[in-house]
């Protein structure tokens, strides 16, 4: 029995093939293994005690025990691995050991204790104490078997040799596979070694527990190796090689593997569930090698961390391939792919040899082996446009894509009824198609980044862009390549970031063509929605058709199509503070559009392109969709939305406010003319823009909208040098449009404040005195210090006391309260801090 | 229209006798900084007294504990920057220092939101009167000069050495209280010091002998209205509040809505707006408070509860 373990973990190195065939053959049928190896309870004590004595033997046995627990928590204990092997290997500097010498330190650790267990197994005949231990076992082995025991038998004496504590089963399965394959053919040692393996399997489980590797063969079947895992692995793998680590590593896996316990469960699967084993073999066995190495003493709780390891949400899947460096060196150490790539498959056989050369060789199987694991996803992956690591997108890009997305809402019943997807698809891009006249291509393919890094070097790109904006015969021209690409914007957007990022690097020059042949190759992928469903988990494949809008002419784009992100992102380009409703955004941009239109044409036509990529590519986005552009309803309704939110702020401001509320002007506005008051208010000749912040003067070069400042503006950082010279003129005119109630407001509040404070003085002092000592007037309350309540004196004003002196305008709370505190009257808000109101004063 | 149920307080200040006890160990609880034995006795050096209320008070003793954020002050006349911040972002104030807590107390009486108020300054220390005397002759503003500012240094004029100033709303100091009162154990509790002006308003108004509004000369009808009242020994002087504001206040302060002090037209005697409104606001809501008052002096109690509350 023992000795069919010895073949797997030992064999792996020198002989890799017969070493898979073994591990193979024995990992199916562990179960009745398990049942035998229980039979055999009385080897056991001693394989423990065995492994026990010799500080490796002993890692051995823990982690045949936690085997089960060893394959999944491989990740975790993988650092401790590498950690530990080093001192223990250090004879073993040398690769060449690796591959020859790994059975070497097996047979010089096994100790004599676990060999008589396999010897009896395997063959009664060899030696007495063989003989007891096989007689359990004597109707399952094969004449074979006896073969290989005895083989082993006389290579444990060799092994001896050694002076490492390797498990003896090591020594012995070497020596196994070494007599065998001399003996017999190679397909007579598989079945041999079935045989064996089935015979023998049972033991090592007999040695720790029969329980745990039964419970663990189903858990691996349920186990559907995550994808991600095995390519994560074994780009860890290629990445990081470390030829003496490897070395030592090496060996130590082998011994671990050697351990009766961890080898037999390995041995057990069947040559049959070869290629799944295979897979789920490398992943699982670095991590019971590595579990074996860290210590014996705590195999489950390595297991338990490596499983945390494993990569179960979106989070981790996203953040993996980024990690992969880290992972590889500590994960899997080279030593470990090697051991596990000669165990398990023939391509590892073949490859071992050349490993045993270089560990090189073993990255490279490894990385084969992940991509026989990965390879649904990731080829996919790949020919969706990005290289390796296309999976995870930045966060901008994400976004984009997820904006990009397609949604049909409908009833379930509805969906289901519905036509086929692709028929809907049909018709929305049949009717983007009738619409697509007012969409502009030209802008998508001038879109941010691209152009500014073209206009820097050319000025071709320039008259590219000029052209588009204003001649739609030469967009027509390139319309029947360009439109594709366009349409495809989410393929475009899923590069972008990155390919903007290394091609804004590279070049200009460069950038048009990588555009085109970017767009090029992209687009049929998008058209087959199969590519698009390898980036499915991203972004959803309808979206790539439909937008493939051909005409891109200068005609305003169809903002109604846009996400409330996307339209926020242009708005922000246009240097607007993100709004939250949508129809207002749809009109803002609309007016911006109209008005930079022809603004574009004269100085901002490369300016444009630089400006904000985000918004050509947003218009690209837009343009296609089907939606006809709602032609802008007047700008002037775009104020309203906002104005709205003003007036709710501050109800007091409002009957100032309310004859233009620009949508630029946020919701402070009340609060601004305060503060623009004091210092700036005055100065500013343009109305709008100086007067929103301070840092807006600050910055010169920022769009005169300074007060765009928020978040979204920041983050097109790049766009912020070029939006200055596009939007300057588009800015001024849609403040004017908007702001002149605001300046108004903004500019006077000093004078305001003045006036308002004389008018409200008047006000309270003026007022009737009352009659009634109980109930005493606000001007009698404010002389008996008497805390005055803001929201009720500002309601009283309002009421008429203002119109009554004259003011014909109302005052808000922080108004009053500014009046207050400057007449020392003691005044307080009704609402605390917390929301409450306050009862008792 | 919220009204305000109680009376001024006769001196809001109270509390802090409680809490030197505190602090001292006299009493139960305070605060464990203070706590420490080579730290004690505390002594009061300074109080800031007059506030009309709990809002008030809080706000001026907010305001002074934070100098370096209270947006009563303009950030032109910001003595107190901060310069670091604390761990959840907020300005981290600088530490105290007796330059930074008399800067900060001179410029908050100087502020306009408690520019009007009937504050008054106590000084129980000698150095740190000097130390306020010698920043008032340095600041680039004086203080109001209807400000007043009141010192009550023991007795036996011992100089003593500030070791320690930590100053809140009012200043606390480390010395022995010596056994006759003085100090912050010498101001009034209660509205003893009213005793005669309520007893004379008290008399007016309940013998309805209102009159004519001093001011306007409006028939004052009893009950009809919030009435103001002379604090002047033996002036009668009654009217509006507000017709009384308007004289206060003058010509000059007509933006103004706070009197702060002035004459009686009737009597010309120095008149305080804080006394006044504390009569009235006595009268009007203090119902119990001066029934309390008008009875001690039969009894002759709230002299000695001061004293026993002073000594202390």
């Known amino acids: 029995m023992a000795s069919a373990d010895v073949f797997q973990s030992p064999p792996a190195k020198p002989p890799p093939a017969q070493q898979h065939y073994s591990m193979i053959s024995s990992s199916p049928e562990l179960p009745s293994l398990a049942e035998i190896a229980q039979r055999h309870s009385k080897r056991p004590a001693p394989l423990r005690s065995g492994s026990n004595a010799a500080p490796i033997p002993a890692t051995a046995l823990t982690s045949f025990t936690s085997a089960k627990d060893v394959l999944r928590q491989a990740p975790d204990v993988d650092i401790e691995a590498e950690r530990s092997p080093s001192p223990k290997p250090k004879p073993k500097a040398v690769r060449k050991r690796a591959t020859k010498a790994q059975p070497k330190p097996e047979a010089t650790g096994a100790p004599e204790p676990q060999e008589p267990i396999v010897i009896p197994s395997s063959s009664p005949t060899d030696k007495p104490v063989r003989k007891s231990r096989s007689k359990k076992a004597e109707s399952a082995q094969s004449t074979i078997s006896s073969r290989v025991t005895k083989s082993t038998t006389t290579s444990k004496s060799k092994a001896k040799k050694k002076t490492e504590t390797v498990s003896r089963h090591f020594e012995t399965t070497k020596e196994k596979g070494k007599a065998v394959a001399s003996i017999e053919n190679p397909q007579h040692i598989k079945s041999d070694i079935r045989e064996t393996d089935t015979t023998h399997a049972p033991d090592a489980d007999e040695t ?169 996803a990731k080829p996919r992956k790949k020919k969706a446009g990005t290289a390796e690591d296309p999976i995870l997108l930045s966060p901008s890009s994400a976004m984009k894509q997820a904006s990009n997305v397609d949604f049909l809402f409908g009833t379930s019943s509805q969906l289901q009824t519905d036509e086929p997807a692709e028929v809907i698809r049909d018709l929305q891009a049949a009717i983007r198609a009738s619409n697509q006249v007012n969409d502009d291509e030209y802008e998508d393919d001038k879109s941010g980044l691209w152009h500014k890094g073209a206009r820097d070097i050319d000025g071709s790109l320039l008259e590219f862009r000029i052209v588009d904006s204003s001649d739609g015969v030469e967009e027509a021209t390139r319309g029947s390549p360009s439109p594709v690409p366009e349409a495809s914007p989410t393929d475009n957007d899923f590069p972008d970031i990155s390919k903007i990022i290394l091609q804004s690097q590279a070049g200009s020059s460069n950038l048009p063509t990588t555009q085109t042949t970017q767009s090029q190759q992209t687009i049929p992928s998008s058209r087959t929605t199969v590519p698009s469903s390898d980036k499915s988990a991203m972004v959803p494949p309808a979206p790539p058709p439909s937008r493939p809008a051909t005409a891109a002419k200068t005609k305003r784009p169809d903002f109604t199509i846009l996400t409330d992100a996307q339209l926020s992102r242009k708005i922000s380009t246009y240097g607007f503070k993100p709004m939250k409703r949508r129809s207002a955004m749809i009109k803002l941009l609309e007016q911006c559009w109209d008005e930079q239109q022809p603004a574009n044409s004269a100085p901002a036509g490369p300016a444009t392109s630089n400006s904000s990529s985000i918004v050509s590519n947003a218009a690209a986005t837009t343009a296609p969709a089907s939606a006809p552009p ?121 004078d305001q404040e003045s006036s308002s404070f004389t008018f409200i003085t008047k006000a309270v002092t003026s007022a009737p005195r009352s009659t009634d000592p109980q109930n005493p007037s606000w001007h009698e309350l404010m002389l008996m210090y008497t805390p005055v309540v803001l929201e009720d004196l500002a309601a009283w004003l309002n009421a008429g006391e203002l119109t009554r002196v004259g003011y014909d305008a109302e005052v808000s709370p922080a108004q009053v309260k500014q009046w207050c505190e400057s007449k020392s009257v003691i005044c307080l808000w009704r609402a605390n801090g917390k929301g409450g109101s306050r009862k008792r004063y | 229209m919220a009204v305000l149920s109680k009376p001024l307080p006769a001196l809001y200040v109270v509390y802090i006798l409680r809490r030197l006890n505190q602090h001292n160990g006299v009493a139960k609880g305070g605060a464990v900084r203070t706590s420490r034995n080579s730290l004690r006795p505390w002594e009061m050096v300074a109080v800031v007294s007059g506030f009309p209320g709990k809002v008030a008070a809080l706000k001026f003793e907010w305001a002074l504990a934070n100098p370096h954020l209270s947006l009563h002050i303009p950030s032109s006349a910001r003595i107190t920057v901060a310069t670091q911040k604390k761990r959840n972002g907020h300005p981290k104030r600088p530490p105290y220092s ?92 209660d509205y003893a010091p009213m005793r005669e002006v309520v007893t004379k308003t008290e008399s007016i108004f309940s013998f309805e002998k209102e009159g004519s509004c001093v001011v306007c000369g409006e028939h004052l009808p009893t009950g009809e209205g919030v009435y103001a009242a002379c604090t002047n020994t033996g002036c009668e002087g009654v009217g509006h ?64 509860k001061a004293a026993k509350a002073a000594a202390k």
């Not at chain 1, 527990?209 to 095995?230: F, I, K, N, Q, Y």
């Open chain 2, 241 to 304: 509040v507000s017709c009384w504001s308007q004289h206060l206040l003058g010509p000059g302060e007509t933006d103004e809505v706070l009197p702060i002090s002035g004459h009686c037209p009737k009597c010309n005697g120095p008149l305080t707006w804080g006394e006044m409104m504390t009569e009235m606001t006595l009268r009007m809501h203090g119902g119990k408070e001066v029934e309390k008052l008008l009875k001690k002096p039969r009894k002759k109690r709230a002299p000695t």
């Open chain 1, 208 to 376: 720790e527990v029969s329980a745990p590797l039964e419970a663990v063969m189903p858990r691996r079947r349920d186990w559907t190796p995550p994808p991600a895992d095995g390519l994560e692995n074994s780009e860890l793998l290629s990445s990081s090689s470390k030829a003496p680590v490897s070395k030592e590593v090496f060996s130590n896996l082998c011994q671990d593997f050697a351990r009766p316990g961890e080898k037999e469960p390995i041995a057990k699967p069947s040559a049959e569930i070869a290629e799944f084993m295979k897979k789920r073999k490398l992943n699982d066995l670095p991590a019971n090698e590595q579990a074996s190495r860290s210590t014996e003493t705590s195999p489950t709780k390595p297991a338990a961390a490596k499983k945390k390891k494993k990569i179960r949400t979106i989070t981790e899947l996203a953040t993996a391939p980024y990690q992969l460096p880290e992972l590889p060196d500590v994960l899997l150490a080279p030593g470990n792919a090697e051991t596990l790539l000669k165990h398990f498959d023939f391509d590892g056989a073949v490859k071992a040899q050349a490993d045993h050369q270089r560990v090189v060789m073993d990255y490279q199987e490894t990385k084969s082996k992940g991509k026989k694991k990965k390879a649904p």
């Open chain 2, 98 to 189: 007796l330059t930074s807590v008399i800067s900060n107390l001179h410029l908050l009486l100087r502020v306009p939101s408690f520019l009007r108020w009937p504050l008054k300054l106590h000084f129980f220390n000698r150095d740190l009167h000097k130390a306020w005397l010698k920043w008032c002759s340095t600041a680039n503003e004086p203080l109001r000069d209807t400000m007043p500012i009141v010192t009550d240094f023991e007795p036996d004029a011992e100089s003593r050495v500030i070791e320690n100033v930590e100053p809140v709303a009012e200043g606390e100091e480390a010395a022995t209280p010596p056994p006759s009162a003085w100090g912050i154990h010498a101001l009034p509790l």
């Open chain 1, 630 to 750: 709602p032609i802008a309803t007047s700008p002037a309704k775009k104020p309203r939305g906002r104005p709205k939110k003003e007036t709710a702020a501050t109800a007091s401001t409002a009957p100032v406010k309310p004859a233009s509320k620009a949508p630029e002007s946020p919701k402070r506005s009340p609060g601004r003319p305060r503060k623009n008051s004091g210092s700036q208010s005055p100065a500013k000749s343009k109305v709008t823009t100086p007067v929103r912040r301070g840092k807006a003067a600050s910055k010169v070069t920022k769009i005169e909208i300074a007060d765009s400042d928020d978040e979204e503006v920041l983050s097109v950082s790049d766009g912020r040098s070029s939006p200055d010279p596009v939007f300057s003129s588009p800015p001024p005119l849609d403040l004017s449009i908007s702001e002149d109630a605001d300046m108004s407001l903004n500019l006077s509040p000093t």
